[in-house]
């Protein structure tokens, strides 16, 4: 295997998601059309999108020694992911239920399982020039992560919580949605903010100040549920690639696009070479 150039630090998780008519308001019983057990996990989908984009990737997880993570594991190993940092642990693996509309609209509950068990060491990320790392992990693994990292670090801030500042400093790179930074006051403490935004695009700041914008192309969306992991792994490939702010956003969000118009989480995830085509049309 290739030196490993991007350690994701993250979750696994199994995604039990449910194809409704559409999505129930509170306290509402809808009946499903369709169930589907999908890998998944912000994690290692994040994992598996910068793979697909042609780099080679760690992933430092924590699974249950249950059947799940057998199931949420199969695309990683099967498409060459390093999982030689996994943690196997007593706790099941993580588990989400999601919920999604024919227009691609969804929620997502998850249960974190093994992933709230997840600690970092300097082993796990040595080497890597970056390390990438999501908030569905315990706040210790992601603050041990920054400190380990020895290149590039990038967050993606996500699901919304308070970040420690000693993490933001230490942050090249933030990717939240428009929800998340309205929810997150202090992320221009990191060196870069990427505030996507669905259909509408994406801006990046850099010291609050927007230096780049994008759109992606139109498509026709059926499931989004990692349309944000696809931008973040084509951005991280933009990074280690120098490419300016402009074309790696453009791509990111291309990326996350083309997620959008395919059902499921890591199943749904493009290649460098389906971005390039979507943005010569």
């Not at 039990?16 to 059309?33: F, I, K």
């Not at 990320?125 to 999501?134: D, F």
């Not at 973040?232 to 280690?240: F, K």
């Amino acid at each position: 295997m290739k030196p490993v150039r991007v350690t994701v630090v993250g979750s696994v998780n199994l995604d039990l998601v449910a194809a409704l008519p559409r999505l129930p308001g509170p306290g509402e019983t809808l009946t499903a059309t369709s169930l589907t057990r999908i890998p998944g996990g912000k994690g290692a989908n994040q994992a598996l999108a910068a793979h697909r984009l042609g780099l080679s990737v760690r992933l430092v997880a924590a699974v249950g020694a249950d059947p799940e993570a057998n199931t949420a594991l199969e695309l990683l190993r099967r498409e060459g992911v390093a999982l030689d940092r996994l943690q196997s642990v007593p706790e099941p693996t993580g588990l989400a239920l999601v919920a999604v509309d024919p227009t691609g609209e969804t929620t997502i509950v998850v249960v974190p399982g093994a992933n709230a068990t997840l600690r970092v060491e300097a082993q796990d990320v040595a080497g890597a020039e970056v390390v990438l790392t999501v908030l569905e992990v315990p706040e210790q693994a992601v603050v041990e992560a920054a400190h380990f990292a020895t290149g590039l670090f990038v967050l993606n801030a996500s699901p919304a919580r308070p970040v420690p500042d000693v993490v933001l400093r230490r942050a090249d790179l933030v990717v939240v949605n428009r929800a998340e930074y309205a929810a997150l006051p202090n992320l221009h403490e990191a060196r870069a903010v990427a505030v996507t935004d669905g259909a509408r695009g994406a801006v990046l700041l850099r010291d609050g100040v927007q230096v780049a914008t994008a759109v992606p192309p139109p498509v026709s969306a059926v499931d989004g549920t990692a349309a944000g992991d696809a931008f973040i792994g084509a951005a991280v490939a933009g990074l280690l690639r120098m490419l300016p702010d402009a074309e790696w956003l453009a791509r990111a969000c291309a990326a996350g696009a083309l997620a959008a118009t395919r059902p499921g989480a890591q199943l749904s995830l493009p290649t460098a070479a389906e971005i390039d085509e979507v943005l010569t049309r």
